[in-house]
């Protein structure tokens, strides 16, 4: 065939450069598409391996971009130049909601993480900034999370980077949110010398309903902040429970400690900032 009977006037036949102007492509993606299996030339020159379209084939291009705006990967296109009915099947596009489903779901429980994450930076700035560290009184509302009993090795690293706890999460299909969480009951001595610790987080999603929950909140905590290196954190909480006795509110014995700023955002530990907060109740006196 000569360049006189693949002309676009004669046959209706346009160069892979002229298709790229039209359809607004580029000729990298054009061989892409060719390469993929998805859009073949009608013709290729013998003596200068020139690609050619006739305009039936370059009107598969907007319809390959309309599906790959649906989220149809271009692998999965393969077909469509010459099938005509290729996307008339409805178990491509019930197939594809379920895909977009998950993937909806993956994006949502994503952006929850990150926006729990810059709550998290933008509170333990604050509170080291304003160093916040007196005893304050808060109600919570009561919040669903899942959680691990472990012993506790007095390793604030290992409790907080906690390799068994990710693990848990992961064999169980349960993604999380906000703040680690660590639970101490038997405290009395202030000195965090306990062999027992829960280890806790939100749940985000659909987590598996097998796991086992506890509620947080409810209740009247006293709040507290510690501000630097974990191995202080006694001290504060001993400060907490001498406000508690000075101001007439009973204790329970037992300890959350939220992690604000911690070893998952930073190795400084003058910059961790961790949130004590005891169940607590006003004495009528």
């Not at 390469?35 to 907007?62: A, F």
């Not at 009184?137 to 068994?164: G, R, S, T, W």
């Not at 992690?259 to 004590?276: A, G, P, Q, R």
């Amino acid at each position: 065939m000569n360049n006189t009977k693949i002309c676009k006037k004669t046959n209706q036949m346009y160069s892979i450069g002229e298709v790229a102007k039209l359809c607004n492509v580029s000729r990298k993606t054009l061989r892409f598409y060719e390469q993929l299996g998805l859009l073949k030339p009608d013709h290729v020159s013998e003596e200068n391996s020139y690609r050619y379209y006739t305009e039936e084939t370059m009107n598969s291009i907007p319809v390959i971009k309309y599906y790959k705006q649906m989220g149809f990967k271009l692998q999965e296109m393969k077909g469509v130049q010459h099938s005509g009915d290729y996307f008339f099947q409805e178990n491509i596009f019930l197939t594809k909601l379920e895909e977009l489903k998950l993937e909806e779901r993956r994006i949502r429980n994503s952006y929850t993480a990150v926006s729990d994450w810059l709550g998290l930076i933008r509170e333990g700035t604050l509170a080291s900034e304003n160093k916040l560290q007196s005893v304050n009184v808060k109600y919570f509302e009561q919040e669903n999370y899942v959680f691990l009993e472990q012993e506790f090795c007095h390793n604030y690293m290992d409790a907080v980077i906690n390799i068994p706890w990710v693990n848990y999460l992961e064999e169980q299909n349960c993604a999380i949110t906000g703040p680690v969480i660590l639970r101490f009951e038997d405290c009395e001595a202030g000195d965090f010398q306990c062999s027992k610790m829960m280890i806790m987080q939100k749940p985000i999603g659909v987590p598996n309903p097998k796991m086992p929950r506890r509620n947080i909140g409810g209740q009247m905590f006293l709040s507290s902040y510690h501000i630097g290196n974990l191995a202080n954190l006694a001290q504060q909480y001993k400060k907490m429970q001498a406000w508690a006795k000075e101001n007439n509110y009973q204790c329970k014995n037992e300890v959350y400690q939220r992690y604000v700023i911690d070893y998952w955002s930073t190795m400084n530990v003058d910059n961790f900032v961790v949130e004590l907060l005891i169940p607590a109740e006003k004495i009528r006196v």
